[in-house]
């Protein structure tokens, strides 16, 4: 599962789409696990505090397109993190064990599915809905 500095992880948003009343990581000790349970149980929700914080500076964002990454498959999204981190079509193929035009098609899936024109809008996108987190913007390095 992605740390909290990649941002929301997409199964969090599919929890939430399918209405789960709570969300934890594997860290939360076994009291607070069973207070969170007596929770729900009760019909109060109980999320993580830090996903909560990221969905609160995710909705103050401006100029957000409206689309959420939740529209896109757990393959679709790491294809559009591996292309934000600077990654060839070639590169992304060779970790994922695909072929390049397997990779095409899911970024032309991608680009079709958040409305945008091409893979830069994309990838331009990932950055500002925060798919990539500040942190991992700043370490971004490339190879000339």
């Known amino acids: 599962m992605p740390s909290y ?3 929301i992880p997409i199964r969090f948003v599919q929890a939430i789409q399918a209405g789960a009343q ?3 990581v594997k860290d939360l000790d076994s009291e607070e696990l069973i207070r969170a349970i007596q929770n729900v149980y009760q019909g109060r929700p109980e999320f993580d505090s830090r996903f909560v914080l990221e969905i609160i500076r995710r909705a103050r964002m401006e100029d957000f397109s409206g689309q959420l990454p ?3 498959s757990e393959k679709e999204v790491e294809i559009l993190r591996m292309l934000t981190h600077g990654m060839t079509d070639q590169a992304i193929s060779r970790e994922l064990f695909v072929t ?17 024109q091409n893979r830069v809008q994309a990838i331009l996108f990932s950055l500002h809905s925060g798919l990539v987190s500040e942190s991992e913007i700043a370490n971004l390095t490339f190879d000339a």
């Open 70 to 72: 939740g529209q896109l």
């Open 100 to 116: 390049e035009v397997t990779v095409r098609t899911h970024v032309s899936r991608i680009v079709k599915k958040l409305g945008l």
């Open 5 to 7: 500095e990649e941002g």
């Open 22 to 24: 709570g969300y934890f």
